[in-house]
């Protein structure tokens, strides 16, 4: 699907993909961005009435159409600026009905396209997805930015070491590039990882993700699930999403082999406290790493 208005239309989005999410919420920042570049007007001038048919069928039949991308794109920019946004499947299914509707727009223009014509067209779409930012971000956009950590301090935060990691090992969020995750295939242990932007790992929900059961011998989750929890656990309009991580922390147990362990930071004490001790053995411990005190939690299944 790689057309001259495919590729103009993600190289839109990444010149998009620059801005902070606050520049977003500014309507000015969008209006500066509807003025469509040359090489988007000649991409959407190319597009013959055969080629506009045949899109138009993909957006409807196909995964990987051009909304779909885009909608991938959008997503992954989100969760880059801010790891703590609320994008279920809805919001999803929301931003990208939003880009079926720019690119049918632009290509019912095709051959008949003015710049002021797409002009109008892209402030109407930038200001539709700056509505649903806003509405995402619950009318406070910002940036709060994840980083991807050293596999050699991962381990060191979460109390492990390359010979204390015995394989299968899981990696709850484990970064777009699954940095621990390839560090421990290196050394021939078998590391598989989930994250929302998963390009060395697997793509998936961490609250609805299945682990199996009695599967793992190791899971680690560095400050990406359990400061998730903490972070919603202290909210006062939490709602069920606190529960759903409660949930979720339990079906990861359950997805250890007995003498298996789970290892995350930081530390959910709220929780463990809940924890039967005769099943599961918690070894919480705080450690001054670079200056910095941490909290981690180990739980090996007893039984």
Do not use: C, K
């Not at 880059?80 to 727009?105: H, S, W």
């Not at 970064?175 to 078998?190: M, T």
């Not at 530390?267 to 411990?285: K, N, S």
Request: proline residues 5%; aromatic residues 8%.
């Amino acid at each position: 699907m790689s057309t001259p208005v495919v590729q103009a239309a993600l190289r839109r989005a990444t010149e998009w993909e620059r801005l902070a999410l606050s520049e977003i919420g500014d309507g000015q920042a969008v209006a500066a961005f509807a003025i469509p570049p040359t090489y988007l007007l000649e991409a959407v001038r190319s597009v013959d009435e055969a080629e506009s048919a045949r899109l138009r069928r993909e957006m409807r039949e196909r995964s990987d159409s051009p909304s779909a991308l885009l909608t991938d794109r959008f997503v992954r920019w989100l969760l880059r600026r801010n790891q703590f946004l609320p994008l279920d499947p809805r919001t999803r299914r929301r931003i990208q009905d939003t880009y079926d509707r720019g690119f049918l727009r632009a290509l019912r223009l095709h051959e008949h396209a003015t710049r002021r014509d797409l002009a109008g067209l892209i402030e109407d779409h930038g200001n539709a997805l700056r509505s649903l930012v806003t509405d995402i971000t619950g009318g406070a956009p910002r940036d709060v930015v994840s980083g991807e950590y050293s596999p050699a301090t991962q381990l060191a935060v979460l109390g492990l070491t390359m010979a204390s990691v015995r394989g299968p090992v899981l990696d709850i969020g484990s970064g777009e590039h699954a940095l621990l995750v390839h560090h421990l295939r290196s050394a021939g242990v078998e590391a598989h990882g989930i994250d929302h932007l998963a390009d060395g790992a697997m793509q998936a929900d961490w609250l609805t993700f299945d682990p199996g059961r009695n599967r793992w011998a190791t899971i680690t989750a560095h400050h990406s699930f359990t400061l998730h929890f903490r972070h919603h656990h202290h909210r006062a309009d939490a709602g069920d999403t606190a529960s759903a991580y409660a949930e979720a922390f339990m079906r990861y147990l359950f997805a250890l082999e007995v003498g298996g362990t789970f290892a995350y930071a930081p530390a959910v004490p709220f929780f463990e406290a809940l924890l039967p001790p005769d099943r599961w053995l918690a070894r919480p411990t705080a450690r001054i790493l670079n200056g910095v005190t941490t909290t981690s939690t180990q739980i090996t299944r007893r039984y």
